[in-house]
């Protein structure tokens, strides 16, 4: 089974907001992905030429989806690693997120996350709330343990 670790740092990697590695420590990361790579493209057009040239591409920002769900004893202490989760993520405009599966860290440049959270019944019930977050992140991680 592997290892998936998700660190939330200071813009300047100077200190760790938060870590989100396993149920002991009140989140688990339930889903993840790799950001999108899209292309900015910037093209040329001809009124006598059928279609465009493209002349110069960069890699555009990317997304990095997940969905963390925060654990606790009680309702409360549930809402309070939420907002602690809100904090680390968006209270500064931007920070880095270090994602590390099995020793491989990709970290990017991060901005404020858009979040969407529920609370099911089930949810209820197990007291623990799924948060979906949509990271912009800018693209080229630097990439370490490979």
Known sequence: MSTITLAIQEPDASATRMTVQD????????TTGEPDMTYRHQTV??????????????????R??????VYGSTRQQVEQRYIALMNALNSTHSCLIVYTVDGIARTWKAYRSDVVSSIDSDAIVM??????????????????GV
Do not use: H, W
């Open 23 to 30: 149920s002991s420590t009140g989140y688990a990361i339930v």
């Open 127 to 144: 007291v623990t709330r799924d948060v979906t977050l949509s990271i912009p992140v800018l693209p080229n991680p630097t990439v370490t």
């Open 45 to 62: 057009t001809s009124p006598v030429v059928d279609g465009q040239f493209i002349t110069q591409s960069a890699k555009d920002a990317g």
């Open 64 to 69: 990095l989806g997940m969905r963390i769900r």
